[in-house]
DNA sequence: CGCAGTTACCCACCTTTACCCACTATGCGC
DNA sequence: GCGCATAGTGGGTAAAGGTGGGTAACTGCG
């Protein structure tokens, strides 16, 4: 399961590394190596998926009437988005341009475990939807 | 499958390469090189097929009675624009004046794989359909 | 039948990506 | 505190992907 929270440096070739705790689960809980990065339609940020989990979102996908509006939408922002990449001997990906301009990333990014996935985001976008989030949950009433 | 999404730009002579990855699914998953080019009906751009793939289209055409409205305007649209391509020795073609026009396609063109086929974009019009996408995912309950 | 414009084919260059090696920083055990 | 292992960073090099352009064949038209 991924999760916490680390911030790694992308260098001039667009290259950044997975952290390695990261890479651990998707070695030891999925048994894989490489990852389907994809918009994530939400939010500005990233999103990673193992196999497993990817092939389970084209499922739900697949599932629903492929006239609905929402689903195209879907399918021209993230599917057409998507694609694998296996990290190199030091555990690092290139992201494309497309990608990186849609996350805003430029220098600092940061990775964040969601469970079964992890987004990448630019950080100072990070932290701003950190402040924003925490903001919403302030005068909430939370039973958990 | 077709998945991610790449950049091109046309030359003078109207020609645009083809996605290596593109060009590799085709040889891999179908066996094939050359691909069938249309109009897209209810999307500004164009969509390139593999012969099975536009077999499989034909035939569902076909099921249906010919004096249909419908079906007789998509033979029109779709079906008279349809030509094979196969991409020169570094995987290019020529795209016909009509489709250039038709997709509005000046120099960038966008490559956008889509599960079974993929679209081929004017760089810019790709980018309004984009943020008009995620505009409408914004506020959606989206559950997958 | 010749000519002009277009298309097909080929060659060469340039940019980007993949792959590899080496270095630095950090944390942990002894 | 020291040394080793692991994580992260920087950069060189070879191959692949993408781009530009020249020349020959082909087609349509006068």
């Known amino acids: 399961m991924f999760q916490g929270e680390y911030t790694n440096n992308m260098d001039e070739k667009g290259r950044v590394n997975i952290p390695a705790s990261f890479r651990d689960v998707l070695q030891k809980s999925y048994n ?7 918009r994530d339609p939400q939010n500005m940020c990233l999103r990673a998926y193992p196999q497993r989990e990817w092939r389970r979102l084209l499922a739900k996908i697949g599932a629903r009437p492929s006239n609905d509006r929402i689903v195209q939408a879907f399918k021209r922002t993230v599917i057409s988005s998507a694609q694998e990449y296996s990290p190199d001997k030091q555990g690092r990906v290139l992201i494309p341009q497309s990608l990186r301009s849609y996350a805003g990333i430029s220098k600092s990014a940061v990775f964040a475990g969601s469970v079964d996935t992890f987004e990448i985001w630019d950080a100072t976008a990070w932290d701003e939807q950190l402040t924003a989030s925490l903001a919403l949950l302030q005068n909430q009433d939370l039973d958990f």
């Not at 894989?32 to 994809?38: G, N, P």
């Open 32 to 38: 894989e190596t490489s990852i389907i990065v994809a």
